[in-house]
T-cell receptor, first 115, second 112 residues
Framework: NAGVTQTPKFRILKIGQSMTLQCTQD?????MYWYRQDPGMGLKLIYY???????DKGEVPNGYNVSRSTTEDFPLRLELAAPSQTSVYFC??????????????FGDGTRLSIL | GQQVMQIPQYQHVQEGEDFTTYCNSS?????IQWYKQRPGGHPVFLIQ?????EVKKQKRLTFQFGEAKKNSSLHITATQTTDVGTYFC????????????FGAGTILRVKS
């Protein structure tokens, strides 16, 4: 029972490079999310998706792009890496996002350093 | 924008002591969730509170949701070393499309 799988687990990038963080889930969840976690700052929502083909911005979307071509996959793209994007990135999924709510299931995270 | 304030930022307790973390919002929440993140790990869902004044218990953990649905607390009785980690509250606001807004978290360290 894999749940939410993120790759890679660690990465070092140079300023200006680009990369894609991969996220896949096998729980058939419609809702998927990308967060970044900086020390002492909690988790900030970057982008989210309510289903295949539908994405929307969260609180801190600048410098990132996403796509959702399938229910399972929700990759996050950094186009021009900047030191401010050094962070731990978590992908999560949930069955729903309504008021009643469902828990979000998180991947193990990608630790990204930009030098 | 919506913001959930969480205090304290950090607490170091002796094993067996109690621990409490608090979350506050300036506006009404539709519900609140609590997550635990072990050092080096990922957030793991603990519980969700929906109703005004709701109290839920999980063994030594007691969760409360305020009457006005603007605050919440997590209380751990008689802490153990396995309780070490960061505890996050995450609130939902209907006007924010029910996306989760995370507090900054409270780091709990337990001395044995």
């Amino acid at each position: 029972n894999a749940g939410v799988t993120q790759t890679p687990k660690f990465r070092i990038l140079k300023i200006g490079q680009s990369m894609t963080l991969q996220c896949t889930q096998d729980m058939n969840h419609n809702y998927m999310y990308w967060y970044r976690q900086d020390p002492g700052m909690g988790l900030k929502l970057i982008y989210y998706s309510v289903g295949a083909g539908i994405t929307d911005k969260g609180e801190v979307p600048n410098g990132y792009n996403v796509s959702r071509s399938t229910t399972e996959d929700f990759p996050l793209r950094l186009e021009l890496a900047a030191p401010s994007q050094t962070s731990v990135y978590f992908c999560a999924s949930s069955y729903s996002m309504g008021q009643g709510g469902q828990p979000q299931h998180f991947g193990d995270g990608t630790r990204l350093s930009i030098l | 924008g919506q913001q959930v304030m969480q205090i304290p930022q950090y607490q170091h307790v002796q094993e067996g002591e109690d621990f409490t973390t608090y979350c506050n919002s300036s506006t009404t929440l539709s519900n609140i969730q609590w997550y635990k993140q072990r050092p080096g790990g990922h957030p793991v869902f603990l519980i969700q509170l929906v109703k005004s004044g709701e109290v839920k218990k999980q063994k030594r953990l007691t969760f409360q949701f305020g009457e006005a649905k603007k605050n919440s607390s997590l209380h751990i009785t008689a802490t153990q070393t396995t309780d070490v980690g960061t505890y996050f509250c995450a609130g939902k606001y209907m006007e924010y499309g029910n996306k989760l807004v995370f507090g900054a978290g409270t780091i709990l360290r337990v001395k044995s």
